[in-house]
């Protein structure tokens, strides 16, 4: 299997993804608590927490920033949910989901500036080279701001959820899942679109 290169612009994306997962825990946390504790059996729900939360202090205990970064991420949530924490009483499932779509949108619009910006930045050098065409390059920026949108969208997306389905999940373990999944999904939908065109 094909080694995954993350560049720092996947990190970049990646941080944002989990931040904004993060930032999402409180309101997946009411759903959990409006009924998406039933959606897994109890025992599966433990298992989950239990890997995620042991492989994200592995992981960052690896890299050195468990200790360093703890303090990052217990202020982190403050910071990024200051809109989220205002409305996290939401008293019906419906309007908890509503908030965690806002907040995911929000994640896909930084995923697209930060994708956009760096495809705006290789389209704009290549073209004065002259091996892209005007069109290449705003196809090529177009791809990388969708594909930016959608990766960070999903980490954002696959962090609240396994907090709705499994509850308290600690913060490490959710900012780990966005972020890796966000990492994911962007090498996928890249893949994918380049054996399309």
């Known amino acids: 299997m094909e080694a995954i290169r993350v560049t720092k612009r996947d990190a970049l994306r990646a941080m944002i993804a989990g931040a904004r997962g993060v930032a999402l825990r409180p309101i997946a946390q009411r759903l959990y608590e409006l009924g998406g504790r039933a959606v897994l059996p109890p025992v599966a729900q433990g298992a989950i927490r239990g890997a995620l939360e042991t492989e994200a202090t592995r992981l960052f205990a690896g890299a050195g920033l468990l200790v ?3 303090s990052v991420m217990k202020s982190l949530p403050g910071r990024l949910a200051s809109e989220t924490t205002k409305t996290v009483a939401a008293t ?3 309007a908890a989901g509503q908030q965690l779509l806002k907040g995911i949108g929000r994640a896909a619009g930084v995923g697209a500036l930060i994708d956009g910006a760096w495809g705006a ?4 050098y290549r ?5 892209m065409t005007a069109r290449q390059a705003a196809v090529h920026v177009a791809k990388e701001a969708g594909t930016g949108a959608a990766a960070t969208a999903a980490g954002a997306a696959a962090a609240a959820l396994v907090v ?3 509850g308290g999940v600690a913060i490490p373990a959710v900012f780990m899942v966005g972020a890796i999944t966000s990492i994911g ?3 996928g939908l890249t893949r994918w679109i380049g054996a399309r065109v």
Do not use: D, I, L
């Open 68 to 70: 360093e970064g703890a």
């Open 92 to 94: 019906t499932a419906k």
């Open 121 to 124: 930045a290789e389209a704009g």
């Open 127 to 131: 073209y004065k080279k002259g091996t």
């Open 164 to 166: 709705t389905m499994t």
């Open 185 to 187: 999904a962007k090498v």
